[in-house]
């Protein structure tokens, strides 16, 4: 199989970002629990990350991380658990179409090990979830490869003019990315712990130096590289 000509550059990035945020940890890699990671996706829409950890405290204490004890909860109090999380009516509503697709597909262990494709189907067959939350349940809950495409994403390598830029379609990216990532061999296990570790580094790196205003550009080791962060210092 021949490189793709952005491969080498997508590489480089990968191993930059590893360098400059190894040390951190990430919430979702490379062992939470799966069940979480699926309730996380789906209450981390339109809010902050830490708002999302408080419901799911809240969740833990009352003992309601499961599917089975979830499943049996009053919808009120449901929504008074993922009250931090925001939007908690819409919210709690989108967990209970989750957990009817688990118990549909035969529960939420017969549902994470379908085929990473089918899988995708099936979950954005389920309202309340859209592209960026199947590709993160099935590359984190299910543990298998997918590519996931954020807003991050498109604004790291947007900056770095590498890839589909200017265009704001999920797909595209996607489909960019999932090409160029292609074009090198590795093992399944590979590609898959290559792709969790790729998005979690792109998610630290933008929230913490290539911030959306004012970029900490002189702390970023892709500086030398980036016209946008050369434009900034110019
Ligand atoms: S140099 Fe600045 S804009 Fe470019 S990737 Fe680094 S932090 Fe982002």
């Known amino acids: 199989m021949t490189a793709h000509p952005e491969l080498p550059d997508v590489l480089d990035v990968y191993h930059a970002l590893e360098r400059m945020h190894e040390w951190r940890g990430w919430h979702w890699w490379p062992d939470a629990d799966p069940f979480e990671v699926c309730v996380g996706c ?115 390598f947007g900056r770095l003019d590498i890839g589909p830029v200017g265009s704001a379609e999920y797909r595209t990216w996607q489909a960019w990315k999932e090409e160029v990532l292609a074009s090198e061999p590795r093992s399944p296990g590979e590609d898959r712990d290559l792709k969790a570790r790729y998005h979690a580094l792109i998610v630290m790196h933008c929230k913490h130096l290539c911030l959306k205003n004012r970029p900490k550009c002189e702390e970023c080791e892709l500086l030398p590289r980036c016209p946008y962060g050369q434009e900034m210092q110019g």
Request: overall charge neutral.
């Open 42 to 156: 789906i209450l981390v829409q339109n809010t902050m990350w830490t708002n999302v950890e408080r419901a799911i405290e809240r969740l833990k204490a009352a003992d309601a991380l499961t599917p089975g004890a979830m499943a049996v909860l009053p919808p009120e109090a449901l929504e008074d658990l993922v009250r931090p999380s925001g939007q908690y009516r819409q919210k709690a509503k989108k967990l209970r179409a989750f957990l009817d697709l688990c118990s549909r597909h035969g529960g939420f262990e017969a549902l994470m090990a379908l085929e990473a494709s089918e899988l995708r189907t099936v979950l954005l067959g389920c309202w309340g979830i859209g592209p960026e939350s199947a590709d993160a349940m099935v590359l984190y809950a299910s543990r298998q490869p997918a590519v996931v495409i954020d807003a991050y994403t498109m604004r790291l």
